[in-house]
């Protein structure tokens, strides 16, 4: 029932033209993107929009993202495009960067979780803008089930999804890892709503200071324009527990929780930059881009080896750090411990 696409040696054309019929037939097709893959639907297409929220069992309040292949299909989606919006769009597009701004009545509802806003943005990855240029705007949240890991491999694609969508494109691994970062730009202050895979001072250095919503660090206060950061979210089945403070206390604190968790008998997994001795470890890399690249991958990973409890260390929270930390502590629950 579910068609695997193998696109991992690059773009191929006639295979585009096939995926793209399936969109445009109202099909669910999931697709690479340069963050994560995504779950596509016809944007446009109430219908097929629908089964997106089916599938992923996603609350209907919860909108999702139009993904465009050029600058002129945003004034097919958006009523009015402020000059920051353009601003951002020339320097970020195609990238991690997702602007909401006030929708076209040609948007329906389903799409933007009833909100009069719409999510917009151009993704850089080949295999996903050859796929709208051959059909149509594509609606697309990230191609897991809710609440769990977002998918960085199609293999994580095919765990959540196979047999129950039309087709899974797969582009190998995604490279930043993290989803994008959205920016509301329908009200009078540009504000950061969840912070991605463009850092926010790139953006500041473009169109000034940005306001965060108070759901981006922490507790939500006022979630109406933030829908998403109200749900459970990136969890594994395991019990995540977040490790932060200065690196040389990070690395005792760790050593310490391993050996409390593995004297109450659980099974422990450790994802970090550096090497620990425990029952299951991944490593992270060395910078917060591999660190960003390997998050999620690292979460499913250390769940399929079947760990109870995963210790993360924790990242500063600067550049992509802010995304890292902000997938970090959600997927713990707020657990976080202070070392
Ligand atoms: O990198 C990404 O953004 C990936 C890839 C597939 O493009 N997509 C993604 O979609 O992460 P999703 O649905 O998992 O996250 C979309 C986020 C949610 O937090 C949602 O609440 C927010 O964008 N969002 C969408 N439309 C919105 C709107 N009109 N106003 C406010 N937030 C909106
Ligand atoms: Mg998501």
Redesign the pocket.
């Known amino acids: 029932m579910t068609i695997v696409i193998n696109m991992r040696d690059g773009l191929d054309e006639r295979k585009i033209k096939v995926a793209a019929r399936l969109i445009l037939g109202g099909k669910l097709v999931a697709?690479p993107?340069?963050?994560?893959?995504?779950?596509?639907a016809d944007a446009l297409n109430e219908k097929a929009v629908r089964r997106i929220f089916e599938a992923k069992g996603?609350p209907a309040d919860?909108?999702?993202?139009?993904?465009i292949a050029e600058f002129d299909d945003l004034k097919k989606l958006a009523r009015e495009i402020p000059e920051e919006a353009r601003l951002l769009a020339k320097k970020f597009w195609p990238g991690?960067l997702?602007i909401?701004?006030p929708?076209r009545e040609e948007v329906p509802l389903v799409?933007?979780?009833g909100?009069?806003?719409?999510?917009v943005?151009m993704?850089a990855h080949p295999i996903?803008l050859a796929l709208i240029k051959a059909s149509t705007p594509i609606a697309?949240?990230?191609?897991?089930i809710s609440g769990k890991p977002?998918p960085t491999l199609a293999e994580h694609v095919v765990d959540d999804f196979y047999g129950r969508i039309e087709a899974i494109i797969d582009g190998g691994p995604t490279w930043?890892g993290?989803?994008?970062?959205?920016i509301?730009l329908?009200s009078e202050r540009p504000t950061l709503?969840?912070p991605?895979?463009l850092p926010l001072e790139e953006i500041e250095k473009v169109i000034g200071p940005v306001e965060i919503h108070p759901a981006v660090k922490g507790k939500a206060v006022d979630l109406a324009?933030?829908?998403?950061?109200k749900y459970r979210h990136y969890s594994p089945n395991a019990q995540v527990v977040v490790v932060e403070g200065p690196r040389e206390r990070v690395r005792e604190k760790i050593e310490e929780l391993i050996a409390e968790y593995r004297s109450k008998g659980y099974r422990v997994g450790v994802m970090a930059t550096e090497e620990f001795e425990a029952d299951e470890f991944f490593h992270l890399g060395k910078t917060v881009e591999d660190v960003a690249r390997n998050l999620f991958r690292a979460l499913r990973e250390l769940d399929r080896r079947g760990v109870d409890v995963i210790i993360a260390e924790g990242v500063e929270e600067r550049g992509l750090g802010l995304a890292v930390m902000n997938r970090l502590r959600k997927a713990s629950g707020y657990r976080i411990i202070r070392a």
């Not at 993107?33 to 596509?40: D, F, K, Q, R, S």
């Not at 993290?178 to 959205?182: A, D, G, I, K, Q």
């Open positions: 697709f993107t340069e963050t994560v893959y995504g779950l596509g996603r919860n909108p999702l993202i139009v993904h991690p997702t909401v701004l929708k799409t933007t979780g909100l009069d806003t719409v999510a943005r993704p996903a697309a949240p990230s191609a897991n977002s930043v993290v989803e994008s970062t959205v509301d329908s709503l969840r991605g895979g324009r933030a829908p998403g950061m």
